[in-house]
Structures are given as C-alpha cells and as structure tokens.
C-alpha cells in the first residue's frame, strides 16, 4: 500500500502527517515544490532511518548539500544526443590549438530578469550593474569563461569583452539556443531552449570559480559540485564571497 503527501509548507502538523503515514502505509511518495524542503524532512526520525538503511548517510551529512548532488545523480541522465553536445564543449581542458595549459573554468550566471529576451519576466531593480561587473571581474581572471543568462544582451556584451585578435580561440563557452524563463514561457519557446537550459544547468556544475545570481537555478546547479562554496560568490551589490549556505540566505531575493 502506498500514498502520496504534497509539502508546500513546513510546520508541526506536517510532521504530524508524516508520522501518521508513515505508521499505515509501508511507501511514501514525497512531492514538493522546493529541494530544500527535502533538507527537513530527512531529519524525520523515522524518515531518516530509510535512508540510512538504503544509503548508509549518517545524520550529520542530512541536508541540502548532500541530499540534493545524491538523489540528482540517482535520478536524472542526458539523453545521448545532449551527452553528445556537452561533450563537445570540453569543458575539462583547453583545445589543443590554444596551446595553453589548463586552467580554471570561470562561470557566470547572470539573471537579470525582464528584458528584450524575456518580456514576460520578473523585474529585479538592484541588477541593473550585475552585467558588467560579473563580466569584468571573470575578465580579470585567467582561464576559460562560461557565461549562462536570460538576457541577450549579456551575451553580446560578453562577446564583446572576450573577443581575441588575430584568430586567436576564444577564453569564451557559449551554448547555442534560444533564451526562455521555462516556468513563464509557456509555449513552443520553452520546448525549443529546454535544451540550452539542460546543457547550461549541466555546464555550472564543473565550474571551478562561480559567480551566480540570487536564483534557484544557478544555486542548485552549483550544488552538485564536489566543493560547492569552493570559490563561490553571489552579485547582491556587488561581488559577495559564500562560504556556506547560512551565507548565501542571508541575502534576500528583494535586496538582490
């Protein structure tokens, strides 16, 4: 026997129902709308248990930053044809024409809100620099760029700032396809760029140095690297350094 249970909140009566199911039916099926809800329920007692017995995590390692790289590895492969094209970004090492030793992948991850490419977005009023002073400080570092945006006009500038001379290869990633927000572009746009979030969502994870906006998006996406603080900062006016995850709460989506 099995049911299923919706978390959209986190309070004593819900810890109520868990017990309460948890005592009559033998599996329970979790859905939620936040990862980091995920992080609480584990320290259920009883939840806690089954996952210990199935994965041996002790209760120290219960929380977001273990769970969330543990189940998206469990869970979620690239179809071959993505696997393919990620691959071919070789984000392991430079070419072998740009005659170069390897060096860190700088990345950014600039979401800017309501602009030319997504009208129908949200407005954040304390990004209006965010694009250049990203941009200028991953300029500033040595190693390859990788830049993910919801804005076109980020990524001209980009290849403004990182364009070489002479042919030389450029420091700068890029994934082709089309700019879409998933969640409010309903309609043949989201089908068409689901593929550039994919690969763009995959690329943030093997970013050595990241500067990432207040988004669920890029936050995840770093979560999954082996050392997610490791040389991770977050654009809330300005550049900020996290070193943990009390860190990157304390800056709020409305003064970011």
């Known amino acids: 026997i099995s049911s299923s249970i919706n978390i959209s909140s986190l309070s004593v009566n819900n810890y109520k129902i868990l017990k309460s199911y948890h005592e009559e039916y033998s599996v329970l099926y979790i859905q939620t709308n936040n990862i980091a809800y ?45 696997q393919e094209k990620f691959d071919r970004l070789n984000l392991h090492k430079y070419p072998q024409d740009m005659n170069m030793d390897d060096s860190p992948l700088l990345c950014g991850h600039l979401r800017i809100g309501r602009n030319p490419s997504n009208t129908k977005d949200v407005v954040f009023p304390h990004r209006e620099r965010m694009n250049i002073t990203v941009l200028k400080f991953l300029l500033s570092r040595p190693g390859r760029v990788f830049i993910t945006t919801d804005s076109g006009e980020v990524q001209q500038l980009a290849r403004k700032l990182f364009a070489t001379k002479n042919n030389e290869p450029s420091r700068l990633i890029e994934i082709n396809g089309t700019i879409a927000h998933i969640d409010r572009d309903w309609n043949y746009l989201a089908c068409e760029s689901l593929e550039k979030t994919i690969l763009d969502f995959h690329a943030l994870s093997y970013c050595h140095l990241a500067i990432i906006s207040k988004s669920s998006f890029g936050h995840l996406a770093i979560m999954r690297r082996l050392y997610p603080y490791n040389e991770l900062y977050l654009y809330c006016n300005g550049i900020q350094k996290l070193n943990n995850a009390d860190d990157y709460n304390r800056y709020k989506y409305s003064t970011c």
């Open 38 to 82: 995920f992080d609480f329920v584990a320290r259920y007692a009883e939840l806690y248990k089954s996952l210990f017995n199935r994965f041996r995590l002790k209760q120290e390692h219960i929380h977001i930053i273990t769970l969330y790289p543990l189940f998206y590895e469990l869970l979620i492969k690239l179809k071959p044809h993505l």
